[in-house]
């Protein structure tokens, strides 16, 4: 089955920094890779995904790239903000695999004033 | 707006009960899932259907079963609680057989003593 790595567990930077998350898997069928983000005490809930058929995708101050050949993806978070504190997760399945997602460990992200 | 809810949000238990966890999602969505979250673990599928009286192993079904009579109904059922299972459980959803959105509720938090 599918694995997926995450990295780093926590991470902190000051407000306005950047911040990048990196993944890996294992299945090299996989074609789909969402991000959640889980704030304190609620859901997670996705805030980006890319296909494999895209390398790179942005959504204001969030972006995701892929690279296919190595099995890795990562977000990519600019001028964080206080809100952009949270637990974001990252994911990886297969078309067919019905929304079958395998997550990753989690990374704690805290923004600092 | 999609809603899932899931009927105990805070649940104590004893060794050895037999526990239900209750799932409603209410988009008519084909797909649930129920996922164990813990810390430094992530989100670990435990059960999911891609269709009514439809039920598929995930990564750790044991000492779980499922059952789903109707479509926006998905219950996880512990036949035997044991200390090891408690912990966080999602319940998510999601639309159709390709990769998409999952829909997660606000979780249910089970204590086993």
């Known amino acids: ?113 | 707006d999609v809603k899932v809810t899931q009927s105990s949000r805070y649940l104590v238990k004893r060794t050895g009960e037999k526990v239900f966890l209750e799932c409603v999602q209410d988009m008519d969505h084909e797909n649930m899932f129920w996922y164990r979250q813990d810390p430094g673990l992530g989100l670990r599928l435990i059960y999911f259907s891609y269709d009514v009286k439809m039920k598929e192993k995930g990564d750790i079904p044991e000492g779980y079963s499922v059952s789903r009579e109707k479509k926006e109904r998905f219950s996880l059922i512990l036949e035997s609680a044991s200390t090891n299972q408690t912990s966080m459980y999602l319940c998510a959803s999601s639309f159709g057989a390709l990769t998409g959105e999952l829909f997660f509720g606000e979780g249910s938090r089970l204590t086993v003593l």
Not at chain 1, 73 to 89: G, K, M, N
């Open chain 1, 1 to 113: 089955g599918e694995n997926v790595e995450q990295h780093p567990s926590t991470l902190s930077v000051q407000e306005g920094d950047s911040a990048v998350i990196k993944c890996t898997y294992s299945d090299s069928a996989s074609n789909y890779f969402p991000w959640y983000k889980q704030e304190l005490g609620k859901r997670p809930q996705l805030i980006i995904d890319i296909r494999s058929n895209v390398g790179e995708k942005k959504d204001q101050r969030i972006a995701v790239t892929l690279n296919k050949t190595a099995k890795h993806f990562s977000l990519h978070i600019t001028e964080t903000q206080p809100e952009d504190s949270a637990v974001y997760f990252c994911a990886a399945s297969r078309t067919g695999g019905g929304n079958k997602l395998t997550f990753g460990t989690g990374t704690q992200l805290k923004v600092e004033l």
